[in-house]
T-cell receptor
C-alpha cells in the first residue's frame, strides 16, 4: 500500500538554509494532509496541516504547499535549525474515513 | 499543553501472553486511535474509536486485538495472545471534533515479544 510516498529517505541541509521535504500521493480522495515530526522512540508531533481546498498554509518557519493536480505536497522549513533534525512524515486522510495514511518518512539533518 | 499519555513506555512479554497498553487521551477529545510502527517501517493505522465503539479498523486489527474505554479517561489496547510480529511501537492518538483531522499522538509504548 503506497498511497503516500516520500521518495527521499534523507536530506541534509545547512543551518539557516531552506529545507524542502516532498511527498506524493496517489489517492484522489485524500482531502486533508498533515506533516509530523518524529524523534526516535517518541510519538509523532504534529507540525502543520492543509485542507485540499487550499494550496498553501503557513505557520511560522513552516509552510506546506499542496499541488492537487500533481498530487504532490511539500514542507518548507526556513530558516532551518539544528533542532529541526528529525524524521518528517507526511500523512493524508480521505473523505468519510478517520484514519491517517503515513508516508515512509524523510530523515532531515540540519548541520551548523 | 495537553498531551496524550501512554503506559507502559516499554514492555517485554513472552509469545502467547496477553498485553494491555494504556492511554489517557487529551481530556476534551472525542476520537481515539491506535497506530503502530514496526521497527524500520512506517506508522500504520490500527483502529479508531468514537462514542464507545470502533468506527474503523485495519486488516492488522484482527480478533487478537481489542480496544476499550473502561472509564471516562482511559483508552486501552489489548492483544490477547501476542506473536513475535506484534513487536512494535504502539501509539495512542486522539482528536477533538473541532480540529478537523489533526490527530495528536502519545509518546508510544514499545512492545517486545520474545
Amino acid at each position: 500500500d503506497q498511497q503516500v510516498k516520500q521518495n527521499s529517505p534523507s536530506l541534509s541541509v545547512q543551518e539557516g538554509r531552506i529545507s524542502i521535504l516532498n511527498c506524493d500521493y496517489t489517492n484522489s480522495m485524500f482531502d486533508y494532509f498533515l506533516w509530523y515530526k518524529k524523534y526516535p522512540a517518541e510519538g509523532p508531533t504534529f507540525l502543520i496541516s492543509i485542507s485540499s481546498i487550499k494550496d498553501k498554509n503557513e505557520d511560522g518557519r513552516f509552510t506546506v504547499f499542496l499541488n492537487k493536480s500533481a498530487k504532490h505536497l511539500s514542507l518548507h522549513i526556513v530558516p532551518s535549525q539544528p533542532g529541526d533534525s528529525a524524521v518528517y512524515f507526511c500523512a493524508a486522510s480521505a473523505l468519510n474515513t478517520d484514519k491517517l495514511i503515513f508516508g515512509t518518512g524523510t530523515r532531515l539533518q540540519v548541520f551548523p | 499543553e495537553p498531551e496524550v499519555t501512554q503506559t507502559p513506555s516499554h514492555q517485554v512479554t513472552q509469545m502467547g501472553q496477553e498485553v494491555i497498553l494504556r492511554c489517557v487521551p487529551i481530556s476534551n477529545h472525542l476520537y481515539f486511535y491506535w497506530y503502530r510502527q514496526i521497527l524500520g517501517q512506517k506508522v500504520e493505522f490500527l483502529v479508531s474509536f468514537y462514542n464507545n465503539e470502533i468506527s474503523e479498523k485495519s486488516e492488522i486489527f484482527d480478533d487478537q486485538f481489542s480496544v476499550e474505554r473502561p472509564d471516562g479517561s482511559n483508552f486501552t489496547l489489548k492483544i490477547r495472545s501476542t506473536k513475535l510480529e506484534d513487536s512494535a511501537m504502539y501509539f495512542c492518538a486522539s482528536r477533538d471534533r473541532v480540529a478537523g483531522n489533526t490527530i495528536y499522538f502519545g509518546e508510544g509504548s514499545w512492545l517486545t515479544v520474545v
